[in-house]
């Protein structure tokens, strides 16, 4: 490995024990609601993070991450798939058409699936690289005019044409509630859109409101912070 991040055992100890505890966390919220803990998935979601902290997670074991920048994400992770064959690695960032390619050939999952141009691309890519990735579909659920994601009043018609028309493997649903709405009522409008599509997967909930997600289906929660702690823009 050339990459230089070395953690120290300190930092290793404290990633062991933010993930134990986001993990703990998770199992009351999931047994609480009469749920099976196992069905929810813990997306360490990695972006903008040092090395070493990511090399720490790695080290307690944890192999799901979750990234929003295409070009960020190959840098550190192109390396770490050669190491750790089981990562899992999902697109939790918009996603522009011309950088299909290299979303498909890194990341295991895409969550943001938002527009029939996309649709088109990734199935022709899918086809042609003979690589299918599961895809959610983002909902913009606060109908956020800057927000990536289709209308709530268009989800029905967008998901059905990725499953027909383009013939996606649409798995799910996922959604960023507005940062200044409570977001319990976002995770149940995305839990009423997937069930009336027939749906089972739901990428909801973040670092302040993952147990609210859980309590209302969430299958997929993306932790960033919570995890790694506060990311660091410079
Ligand atoms: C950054 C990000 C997260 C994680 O946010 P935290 O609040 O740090 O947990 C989750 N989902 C998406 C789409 C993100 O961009």
């Given at each position: 490995m050339t990459e230089t991040a070395s953690p120290t055992p300190e930092i290793i100890a404290t990633l062991r024990a933010n993930l134990a505890d986001v993990q703990a966390k998770i199992a009351?919220?999931?047994?609480?609601?009469?749920?099976?803990?196992?069905?929810?998935?813990?997306?360490?979601?990695?972006?903008?993070?040092?090395?070493?902290?990511?090399q720490a997670a790695l080290l307690a074991g944890h192999r799901v991450f979750g990234e929003n920048r295409?070009?960020?994400?190959?840098?550190?992770?192109?390396?770490?798939?050669?190491?750790?064959?089981?990562?899992?690695?999902?697109l939790i960032g918009p996603l522009q058409t011309n950088k299909a390619r290299n979303?498909?050939?890194?990341?295991?999952?895409?969550?943001?699936?938002?527009?029939?141009?996309?649709?088109?691309?990734?199935?022709?890519?899918?086809?042609?690289?003979?690589?299918?990735?599961?895809c959610?579909?983002?909902?913009?659920?606060?109908?956020?005019?800057?927000?990536?994601?289709?209308?709530?009043?268009?989800?029905?018609?967008?998901?059905?044409?990725?499953?027909?028309?383009?013939q996606l493997p649409v798995i799910g649903l996922m959604c960023i509630p507005p940062a200044d709405d409570v977001p319990a009522p976002h995770f149940a409008?995305?839990?009423?859109?997937?069930?009336?599509?027939?749906?089972?997967?739901l990428s909801m909930g973040m670092s302040a409101d993952y147990a609210q997600a859980v309590a209302l289906g969430a299958t997929d929660v993306r932790v960033g912070s919570a995890i790694f702690g506060e990311r660091v823009y410079t």
């Open positions: 009351q919220a999931a047994k609480d609601a009469e749920r099976d803990a196992a069905d929810v998935n813990l997306i360490a979601v990695s972006k903008v993070q040092p090395a070493e902290r990511i295409i070009q960020e994400a190959e840098g550190r992770w192109s390396q770490h798939r050669e190491q750790y064959s089981d990562l899992t690695l999902h979303a498909i050939t890194l990341f295991d999952v895409i969550h943001t699936l938002d527009r029939p141009r996309l649709a088109s691309t990734l199935a022709r890519l899918f086809d042609e690289m003979g690589r299918q990735l599961p959610y579909i983002e909902v913009n659920t606060g109908s956020e005019p800057q927000k990536a994601g289709v209308l709530p009043q268009d989800a029905d018609a967008f998901i059905k044409a990725c499953r027909e028309e383009y409008f995305l839990a009423d859109i997937a069930k009336r599509n027939g749906l089972e997967k």
